[in-house]
């Protein structure tokens, strides 16, 4: 079992749906959880980091943690054709970063 | 802020020679970079920690005779995948934590080296 499960995609929505991503993980160690937006041929780009249980929004993401359930999740409000990336969640307890293999998104106009 | 500059971005090689590959913090302090590889549609795999002053540490299953690091400043981490073969085909990815934030702080990355071995 990996440590960090994330559905691969693609997933399709039109503009300004809503978009859920979300990945579970096995190591309750975990405390420090990131989402990063991976656009093709380039870095990843740091857009949420949170640390334990709860909930927290910047712009149009939004990012929850539920610790008792080893669940995590990303939400993008009024999504764009720009939104259209890989979006890979992250966690460690330690200095290294543990990544889910990345949800392909696609944003259609 | 947080940048982390990586060249080249791009490298075609033959098989058995050396392909060495920068990572620089451009506007902040790294005691500590990561490099990491990345197959298509796979997730990112750390490959080993990049440690200022002192040896890298390899995870499992990575050759450190064949992925040589060197660390020699706070702002420079290169990576060196000697004698390639096709199979070292991958795109390697390196990435940065300010030390002025603590050790479980995000991680900045490079854009990333496409090594394609002919």
């Known amino acids: 079992q990996k440590e960090v499960e994330q559905d691969p995609g693609p997933l399709s929505v039109p503009e300004g749906a809503i978009v859920s991503l979300n990945c579970t993980y096995s190591n309750s160690a975990f405390q420090y959880f990131m989402w990063y937006r991976q656009y093709s041929r380039k870095g990843p780009e740091l857009l949420m980091y949170t640390y334990s249980s709860g909930n927290k929004e910047d712009g149009r993401f939004t990012a929850q943690v539920d610790k008792s359930s080893k669940y995590i999740s990303l939400f993008i409000r009024d999504s764009q054709p720009s939104d259209s990336a890989t979006y890979l969640c992250?966690?460690?307890?330690?200095?290294?970063?543990?990544f889910g293999t990345g949800t392909r998104l696609q944003v259609f106009p | 802020g947080a940048v982390v500059s990586q060249h080249p971005s791009r490298v075609i090689c033959k098989s058995g020679t050396s392909v060495k590959i920068e990572c620089r913090s451009l506007?902040?302090?790294?005691?500590?970079m990561f490099w990491y590889r990345q197959f298509p549609k796979q997730s990112l795999m750390l490959m080993a920690t990049s440690n200022e002053g002192s040896k890298a540490t390899y995870e499992q299953g990575v050759e450190k005779d064949k992925f040589l690091i060197n660390h020699a400043s706070l702002t420079l981490s290169t990576l060196t995948v000697t004698s390639a073969h096709p199979e070292d085909s991958s795109f390697y990815i390196c990435?940065?934590?300010?030390?002025?934030?603590?050790?479980?702080?995000?991680?900045?990355f490079g854009n990333g080296t496409r090594l394609t071995v002919t």
């Open positions: 506007d902040f302090q790294a005691t500590t």
């Open positions: 990435s940065a934590r300010d030390d002025r934030w603590a050790y479980n702080s995000p991680l900045h």
């Open positions: 992250a966690m460690s307890h330690t200095d290294k970063l543990i």
